[in-house]
DNA sequence: GCCAACGTTGGC
DNA sequence: GCCAACGTTGGC
């Protein structure tokens, strides 16, 4: 088996943050309506590894770990007419969406913020800053490393 | 297939 | 709440 690939996911923590994931222990990672995030999603194993990033956040930044627990699978919301995510185009046989599941890992010691993610020279290739707009974002292992580092000093 | 208009994300 | 960035939609 491969090694797990690294990831950062993005969340709104007034919408559910890192101490949401500690509370339900899993949580089905739905309406994700981008394509290319969609699609870092249908690549994901059981095991990857996840950043939890709260956006929209004071301070935004880098909360807590997540491992997928569940690969991609159609996202329901896409089928319910009464859901913010309600996508006309799919149907049960040709879903549009899917989604991961996610299981809570651990909380970082300390958020790492935003401009602390931008202060470091090591991270300034990362594609949180190129491609600001989307949610789901494949991490390198050094990146990790550095993050995770940053959060224990 | 181009591109203007529009909608959404997310930092501030 | 504002607005820049940028992905998506739809007219042609």
Known sequence: MSAPSLWLMKSEPDVFGIDDLARKKTEGWNGVRNYEARNFMKSMKVGDKVLFYHSNAKPSGVAGIAEVSRTAYPDPTQFDPKSDYFEPRAT??????????????????????????????????MA??????????????????????????
Do not use: C, M, Y
């Open 92 to 125: 049960p046989a040709a879903p549009v969406w899917f989604q991961v599941d996610l299981r809570f890992v651990s909380k970082l010691p300390r958020l790492v913020p935003l401009d602390e993610l931008r202060g470091t020279p090591a991270l300034a290739d």
């Open 128 to 153: 949180l800053f190129k491609r600001s707009r989307l949610s789901v974002i494949p991490v390198t292992a050094l990146e990790w490393k550095i993050i995770t580092g940053l959060a224990k000093s």
